[in-house]
T-cell receptor, first 114, second 114 residues
């Protein structure tokens, strides 16, 4: 069983603050990692992906990966009310019969208040 | 126009009815997926297909069947619908080459079974 764990939240931060979303995974050999944003009743939207240890930045978003600790995080700087959504972490084991599949966490609900 | 189109967007039907949800894509991707999403349970994989001749069961395939009519089309059927299949259903696609390709989602079908 390939587990992907996220705190369900809700995580509440004021506008302009940094929001930190965390995800752990059980399959040590996992190769690629994705963050999706999902507004209520809408489809998941890809925000970022990361393959290598370290940080990857895209605008206000930074993904951080630590394969040794089996941990991936998403930082949102200068949080805006429009960032209020559920954030899904997804992991691809990248080998064998699971090649191409993504395993999703249950998501963390983020609320950014004005 | 959306790259991944799901029809219908909403459907209400009765227990025991046969239902087909359709997905078509213009992204040229080889891989297609069907998920269901229930509150608090995250995204769960029903079936996936890596090309027209390849169909694989996901985590929760019982009570469902699929057909990959062409590279661009992947349909999900509920042979005899039951109320606990009430959920939000998503189709997704990804590229067929390489590992760790992100998945791109359609807008979803909200299915209610009475």
């Amino acid at each position: 069983q390939k587990e992907v764990e996220q705190n369900s939240g809700p995580l509440s931060v004021p506008e302009g603050a940094i929001a930190s979303l965390n995800c752990t995974y059980s399959d040590r050999g996992s190769q690629s990692f994705f963050w999706y944003r999902q507004y209520s009743g809408k489809s998941p939207e890809l925000i970022m992906f990361i393959y290598s240890n370290g940080d990857k930045e895209d605008g206000r978003f930074t993904a951080q990966l630590n394969k040794a600790s089996q941990y991936v995080s998403l930082l949102i700087r200068d949080s805006q009310p429009s960032d209020s959504a559920t954030y899904l972490c997804a992991v691809n084991p990248g080998r064998g019969s699971t090649l191409g599949r993504l395993y999703f966490g249950r998501g963390t609900q983020l609320t950014v208040w004005p | 126009d959306a790259d991944v189109t799901q029809t219908p967007r909403n459907r209400i039907t009765k227990t025991g009815k046969r239902i087909m949800l359709e997905c078509s894509q213009t992204k040229g991707h080889d891989r297609m997926y069907w998920y269901r999403q229930d509150p608090g349970l995250g995204l769960r994989l029903i079936y996936y297909s890596f090309d027209v001749k390849d169909i694989n069961k996901g985590e929760i395939s019982d009570g469902y069947s699929v057909s990959r009519q062409a590279q661009a089309k992947f349909s999900l059927s509920l042979e005899s619908a039951i109320p606990n299949q009430t959920a939000l259903y998503f189709c997704a696609t990804s590229e067929g080459t390489g590992e760790g390709q992100p998945q791109h989602f359609g807008d979803g079908t909200r299915l209610s079974i009475l």
